[in-house]
């Protein structure tokens, strides 16, 4: 047991060490390319310039003459740019300083080009860096632009660096945590081992194996604690062994006293009294309560599993942290100088046509347009003791800027071999200080999801290779101290707990034996009484000791644990595109010019949730005719080709069909793994295990947004579907390796999907109104607010997809705190109807807040409140619809009501989507928020009506 758990402890913080030192890189790339592009931009903006004056002539690019020298001087700003174009609008270059004089810019440049709705763009493929500036007439069109092309080798070779880096500090922090693993699990488990140990012996009955108070262990005394920690449940199954091998020595002493058959061509005659049972594969839920010996270790260990792994994440997250702040402090110092040099060179031209010093004045918003690109320079100086140009707001207030000061840097401009003038530059640290709290955030995001993947996989790892065969071994071993030896298991003979049970098992195996032995011989006549008495006497042994003729049946257990890593990864892959879908349909191409693009990019959500809603009736028919297994398989297998159509698609259409086909997916694979759970779970541990069921779901939700955002800012947009398609490729391997095969079809019929009575329901005037008053206005908040309007707003105010998921998951997060919380509230006497108002009062109020003043701070509080008031709700509506059903609606029935209110909520959320997306297009996003604002405000102020004068519903445990 220690081993195995030492084992499993080091996997996973091996595994958690090698997620965070990846994406770390990834982090430390994206930032990286960020800051490069950026400096670039400068370049190329300060060469588009000199292409301006005769594109406000109304002259296509190439009609400038000296186009070459145009592009050539822009070498001297950087030496290590590797070629400058100038280029028409259809990418063809028209001037260059590549040797070689391509004819024309890669084809994922032009697209860049084409996409971007900005004068500045930039990509990046293999091998160069690109960013590009467009040169824009007078008329507003696009007359053509300037790309500057930089290697790829300064970013590689940082990268390379800073891998290095983080693989020798893993490998320190994963040894150190490893071995302190090892110290904290021996004091926590090797007294148990040691007990543990002795139950091979125990079961074979060996007088000196036996555990407890008897000499063999100290149970007092200094490290007490630690020597008795699990002794009464480690006693408890002792003593069931002890009351197993008894069982076993009476019922073979009782079959003794049958002879053994003496002719081996007798056949024993029909007897109704034996019921002959054929050996199946029987399922069998191996949940074993609450209290445990499995579930007790468990519990101990879950905690300092956590602990572990956060640390060894935080670790590894800082010590990276800094390694990535100083990989980047030279190009931070790289960008103040290509300034000051562009400064410097300008000034030093206008000098050269005779334009005096200070006449200059006229030159500081070009200057200031430039320094857009750039923005942490706050200050831009020209000084010759005197301030004789300047751009920005100084840092530090000084009438003249001095030469030389700390944090402000400075840069001679010589004329005629003379210095004339200097550049002062001051750095807004504040800037400086956001761009690492950007990498900090991200990283703290990083850290957070593989900490929760990583105690997913520790989760399964303990369950497989030390929960379950504890659970198998006590289930056995409680059954025999009962006389039941009905049952065998599949076990190894590693452990001495595989083969305790293993001593059981063949026991089970012997007495079967035996009995059939007796019964189809001579020996089936008492040696006393004759033939009909000793039949009489087997059958009552049989009934006594659930014998059978034809052996134990086997059972194979169940466990919820074999089924949440893959329902975790199912739902993190589902999730991975929600920070930057809506921006990802928007950039394809749209074969509907004539339909709005708000409308257009509502399409793919919307198809999602249809399918949903027509797939999900015939879900639990499938699921008891196939099986929870197979339908599980079955619907991996589209989820991943949708995935990588996504990948692949260019088109709106292809976007909608393919997420189409990834809500058949969803709702398939959601609503098998609930019933999955609700199949195999005794009645008085469903309550609990639908609520780790709900728990892994919207973890995996949560780690999905998180996750998503960051890597499509490092890996690109497409390339995170082919990263869901894998997750759903492994949680399909798991299921089919892990999950018991459970079908049962009946006589071969196919079950029919039930029509809930939406009409029938509706007429109740108090179901309307948790329809429409709070069940609609939720999901509208979800579908229109959260999935779609968040990254679209946040996007127009600047926002990247990393920004956007860190903000997403904020909601998600929300729900999982506060929707228990809720549900205990209500438990303590707090009227259900309140609490559901609440919720919809706050998040009316949270998104008026973001439609009246639209920013990034707002959108995240109308994101936190909407989590918080969505977690108050969601329990709460499944508690009130319940009971409706039982009182009002009780000839309905729970589960048709139940039906109605999903199947009407859903419905409504697709049309609530649509209307708010052609609200966006014809007024903007601030009034879309505030018509759901209005949405959710209104439904509140409906049902608070409807519960006037109505007695508080009590609280019910709640649903997922």
Same mark, same amino acid.
């Given at each position: 047991?220690? $081993?195995?758990?030492?084992?499993?402890?080091?996997?996973?913080?091996?595994? $958690?060490?090698?997620?965070?030192?990846?994406?770390?890189?990834?982090?430390?790339?994206?930032?990286l390319?960020?800051?490069?592009?950026?400096?670039?931009?400068?370049?190329?903006?300060?060469?588009?310039?000199?292409?301006?004056?005769?594109?406000d002539? *109304?002259?296509?690019?190439?009609?400038?003459?000296?186009?070459?020298?145009?592009?050539?001087?822009?070498?001297?700003?950087?030496?290590? &740019?590797?070629?400058?174009?100038?280029?028409?609008?259809?990418?063809?270059?028209?001037?260059?300083t590549?040797?070689?004089?391509?004819k024309?810019?890669?084809?994922e440049?032009?697209?860049?080009?084409?996409?971007?709705?900005?004068?500045?763009?930039?990509?990046?493929?293999?091998?160069?860096?690109?960013?590009?500036?467009?040169?824009?007439?007078?008329? *507003?069109?696009?007359?053509?632009?300037?790309?500057?092309?930089?290697?790829?080798?300064?970013?590689?070779?940082?990268?390379q660096?800073?891998?290095?880096?983080?693989?020798?500090?893993?490998?320190?922090?994963w040894?150190?945590?490893?071995?302190?693993?090892?110290?904290?699990?021996?004091?926590?488990?090797g007294?148990?081992?040691?007990?543990?140990?002795?139950?091979?012996?125990?079961?074979?009955?060996?007088?000196?194996?036996?555990?407890?108070?008897?000499?063999?262990?100290?149970?007092s005394?200094?490290?007490a604690?630690?020597?008795?920690?699990?002794?009464?449940?480690?006693?408890?199954?002792?003593?069931?062994?002890?009351?197993?091998?008894?069982?076993?020595?009476?019922?073979?002493?009782?079959?003794?006293?049958?002879?053994?058959?003496?002719?081996?061509?007798?056949?024993?005659?029909?007897?109704?009294?034996?019921?002959?049972?054929?050996?199946?594969l029987?399922?069998?839920?191996?949940?074993?309560?609450?209290?445990?010996?499995?579930?007790?270790?468990?519990?101990?260990?879950?905690?300092?599993?956590?602990?572990?792994?956060?640390?060894?994440?935080?670790?590894?997250?800082m010590?990276?942290?800094?390694?990535?702040?100083?990989?980047?402090?030279?190009?931070?110092?790289?960008?103040?100088?290509?300034?000051?040099?562009?400064?410097?060179?300008?000034?030093?031209?206008?000098?050269a046509?005779?334009v005096?010093?200070?006449?200059?004045?006229?030159?500081?918003?070009?200057?200031?347009?430039?320094?857009?690109?750039?923005?942490?320079?706050?200050?831009?100086?020209v000084?010759?003791?005197?301030? &004789?140009?300047?751009?920005?707001?100084?840092?530090?207030?000084?009438?003249?800027?001095?030469?030389?000061?700390?944090?402000?840097?400075?840069?001679?401009i010589?004329?005629?071999?003379?210095?004339?003038?200097?550049?002062?530059?001051?750095?807004?640290?504040?800037?400086?200080?956001?761009?690492?709290?950007?990498?900090?955030?991200?990283?703290?995001?990083?850290?957070?999801?593989?900490?929760?993947?990583?105690?997913e996989?520790?989760?399964?790892?303990?369950?497989?290779?030390?929960?379950?065969?504890?659970?198998?071994?006590?289930?056995?071993?409680?059954m025999?101290?009962? *006389?039941?030896?009905?049952?065998?298991?599949?076990?190894?003979?590693?452990?001495?707990?595989?083969?305790?049970?293993?001593?059981?098992?063949?026991?089970?195996?012997?007495?079967?034996?035996?009995?059939?032995?007796?019964?189809?011989?001579?020996?089936?006549?008492?040696?006393?009484?004759?033939?009909?008495a000793?039949?009489?006497?087997?059958?009552?042994?049989?009934?006594?000791?659930?014998?059978?003729?034809?052996?134990?049946?086997?059972?194979?257990?169940s466990?919820?644990?074999?089924?949440?890593?893959?329902?975790?990864?199912?739902?993190?892959?589902?999730?991975?595109?929600?920070?930057?879908?809506?921006?990802?349909?928007?950039a394809?191409?749209?074969?509907?010019?004539w339909?709005?693009?708000?409308?257009?990019i509502?399409?793919?959500?919307?198809?999602?949730?249809?399918?949903?809603?027509?797939?999900?009736?015939?879900?639990?028919?499938?699921?008891?005719?196939?099986?929870?297994?197979?339908?599980?398989?079955?619907?991996?297998?589209?989820?991943?080709?949708a995935?990588?159509?996504?990948?692949?698609?260019?088109?709106?259409?292809?976007?909608?069909?393919?997420?189409?086909?990834?809500?058949?997916?969803?709702?398939?694979?959601?609503?098998?793994?609930?019933?999955?759970?609700?199949?195999?779970?005794?009645?008085?541990?469903?309550?609990?295990?639908?609520?780790?069921?709900?728990?892994v779901?919207?973890?995996?939700?949560?780690?999905?947004?998180?996750?998503?955002?960051?890597?499509?800012?490092r890996?690109?947009q497409?390339?995170?579907?082919?990263?869901?398609?894998?997750?759903v490729l492994?949680?399909?391997?798991?299921?089919?390796?892990?999950?018991?095969?459970t079908?049962?079809?009946?006589?071969?019929?196919?079950?029919?999907?039930?029509?809930?009575?939406?009409?029938?329901?509706?007429?109740?005037?108090?179901?309307?109104?948790?329809?429409?008053?709070?069940?609609?206005?939720?999901?509208?908040?979800?579908?229109?607010?959260?999935?779609?309007?968040?990254?679209?707003?946040?996007?127009?105010?600047g926002?990247?997809?990393?920004?956007?998921?860190?903000?997403?998951?904020?909601?998600?997060?929300?729900i999982?705190?506060?929707?228990?919380?809720?549900?205990?509230v209500?438990?303590?006497?707090?009227?259900?109807?309140?609490?559901?108002?609440?919720?919809?009062f706050?998040?009316?109020?949270?998104?008026?807040?973001?439609?009246?003043?639209?920013?990034?701070?707002?959108?995240?509080?109308?994101?936190?409140?909407? *989590?918080?008031?969505?977690?108050?709700?969601?329990?709460?509506?499944?508690?009130?619809?319940?009971s409706?059903?039982?009182?009002?609606?009780?000839?309905?029935?729970?589960?048709?009501?139940?039906?109605?209110?999903?199947?009407?909520?859903?419905?409504?959320?697709?049309?609530?989507?649509?209307?708010?997306?052609?609200?966006?297009?014809?007024?903007?996003?601030?009034?879309a928020?505030?018509?759901?604002?209005?949405?959710?405000?209104?439904?509140?102020?409906?049902?608070?009506?409807?519960?006037?004068?109505?007695?508080?519903?009590?609280?019910?445990?709640?649903?997922?």
């Amino acid at each position: 047991m220690l $081993l195995r758990s030492w084992i499993t402890f080091s996997v996973v913080i091996a595994l $958690l060490q090698a997620v965070v030192g990846l994406l770390s890189v990834l982090q430390h790339n994206a930032v990286l390319s960020d800051l490069l592009r950026q400096r670039i931009s400068v370049i190329a903006q300060t060469t588009a310039t000199s292409f301006k004056p005769i594109i406000d002539l *109304g002259l296509p690019i190439s009609m400038i003459r000296n186009g070459d020298a145009i592009v050539a001087r822009a070498l001297e700003t950087d030496d290590e &740019v590797k070629a400058v174009h100038a280029l028409n609008p259809t990418g063809i270059i028209v001037y260059s300083t590549d040797a070689s004089r391509p004819k024309e810019v890669p084809r994922e440049v032009l697209q860049a080009m084409q996409l971007s709705k900005e004068v500045k763009w930039s990509t990046e493929t293999g091998e160069q860096i690109y960013s590009g500036f467009n040169v824009v007439g007078r008329d *507003g069109a696009t007359s053509g632009a300037v790309l500057v092309a930089y290697p790829k080798d300064r970013l590689e070779a940082a990268s390379q660096a800073i891998m290095r880096k983080v693989v020798r500090n893993a490998l320190v922090i994963w040894a150190a945590f490893s071995a302190l693993s090892y110290v904290l699990l021996s004091l926590l488990l090797g007294a148990p081992q040691r007990r543990l140990a002795r139950l091979e012996g125990v079961a074979r009955g060996e007088p000196d194996a036996q555990i407890g108070v008897n000499g063999n262990m100290k149970t007092s005394g200094s490290g007490a604690f630690w020597r008795d920690l699990f002794g009464p449940q480690i006693r408890q199954l002792d003593a069931n062994l002890a009351d197993a091998r008894r069982q076993y020595d009476a019922a073979t002493r009782e079959l003794g006293a049958f002879e053994l058959p003496a002719a081996k061509d007798w056949q024993a005659e029909s007897d109704d009294a034996v019921v002959a049972t054929t050996p199946t594969l029987e399922t069998e839920v191996a949940s074993n309560p609450s209290r445990s010996l499995a579930r007790q270790i468990a519990s101990r260990l879950a905690p300092l599993a956590a602990v572990l792994m956060v640390s060894s994440a935080l670790v590894l997250g800082m010590i990276t942290l800094g390694n990535v702040n100083r990989s980047i402090e030279p190009e931070l110092s790289a960008r103040t100088n290509l300034i000051a040099t562009v400064v410097g060179e300008d000034v030093q031209r206008a000098l050269a046509t005779g334009v005096p010093l200070d006449s200059l004045v006229s030159a500081e918003s070009f200057f200031a347009d430039m320094l857009k690109q750039l923005p942490e320079i706050a200050y831009v100086a020209v000084a010759t003791g005197r301030v &004789v140009l300047e751009v920005g707001e100084r840092i530090d207030p000084y009438l003249a800027p001095p030469r030389e000061r700390k944090g402000v840097r400075s840069h001679p401009i010589m004329h005629n071999g003379e210095e004339i003038a200097y550049v002062v530059i001051d750095v807004d640290p504040a800037f400086i200080s956001k761009k690492f709290l950007d990498v900090f955030l991200d990283m703290g995001v990083v850290v957070v999801v593989a900490v929760l993947i990583a105690f997913e996989i520790m989760v399964l790892m303990s369950s497989r290779s030390l929960t379950a065969a504890l659970d198998r071994l006590q289930r056995l071993a409680a059954m025999q101290a009962a *006389g039941d030896f009905s049952k065998r298991a599949i076990v190894g003979a590693r452990t001495a707990i595989d083969r305790a049970a293993q001593v059981l098992i063949e026991r089970a195996e012997g007495l079967s034996a035996q009995f059939a032995a007796a019964w189809q011989g001579p020996g089936g006549s008492d040696v006393a009484g004759g033939s009909d008495a000793g039949r009489t006497r087997l059958a009552a042994l049989q009934a006594r000791y659930c014998l059978s003729l034809n052996g134990p049946a086997t059972l194979r257990f169940s466990y919820f644990t074999d089924l949440r890593l893959a329902l975790f990864l199912f739902a993190a892959a589902d999730e991975l595109p929600l920070s930057f879908m809506p921006l990802y349909t928007r950039a394809a191409h749209n074969p509907f010019p004539w339909l709005s693009e708000t409308v257009l990019i509502s399409l793919p959500l919307a198809g999602y949730l249809l399918a949903i809603v027509l797939v999900s009736p015939f879900a639990r028919p499938l699921a008891r005719w196939l099986g929870p297994r197979r339908l599980l398989i079955l619907a991996a297998a589209p989820t991943i080709a949708a995935h990588l159509w996504l990948y692949l698609a260019s088109s709106v259409p292809e976007i909608v069909a393919s997420r189409t086909m990834l809500g058949v997916g969803y709702a398939f694979v959601t609503l098998a793994c609930q019933d999955y759970v609700i199949d195999n779970t005794p009645r008085d541990e469903r309550d609990r295990s639908l609520g780790m069921f709900s728990t892994v779901l919207f973890g995996g939700i949560f780690c999905g947004t998180a996750l998503g955002g960051v890597l499509a800012d490092r890996l690109g947009q497409s390339n995170v579907f082919l990263l869901s398609a894998t997750f759903v490729l492994i949680s399909a391997l798991l299921i089919f390796s892990l999950v018991a095969d459970t079908a049962s079809r009946g006589d071969g019929t196919r079950a029919k999907a039930a029509r809930p009575p939406l009409l029938a329901a509706l007429r109740n005037w108090h179901f309307a109104a948790l329809v429409f008053g709070i069940a609609i206005p939720g999901n509208v908040c979800l579908q229109a607010f959260i999935s779609y309007l968040v990254a679209l707003t946040l996007d127009s105010l600047g926002a990247s997809p990393a920004d956007i998921g860190r903000t997403l998951m904020v909601y998600f997060l929300a729900i999982a705190l506060v929707g228990p919380l809720a549900g205990r509230v209500a438990e303590r006497g707090i009227s259900v109807s309140a609490v559901a108002l609440s919720g919809g009062f706050l998040c009316g109020i949270s998104l008026l807040t973001a439609a009246i003043r639209p920013s990034e701070i707002t959108i995240f509080l109308a994101v936190l409140g909407s *989590g918080v008031g969505s977690g108050m709700v969601r329990g709460a509506q499944v508690s009130l619809s319940m009971s409706i059903a039982e009182t009002e609606l009780k000839h309905l029935g729970a589960d048709p009501v139940l039906g109605a209110l999903r199947t009407i909520e859903r419905f409504a959320s697709i049309a609530g989507l649509l209307l708010v997306a052609a609200v966006a297009g014809l007024y903007g996003y601030a009034v879309a928020i505030a018509v759901v604002a209005a949405l959710a405000l209104g439904g509140a102020l409906l049902f608070g009506l409807s519960v006037l004068g109505k007695p508080a519903a009590p609280a019910r445990q709640q649903a997922p």
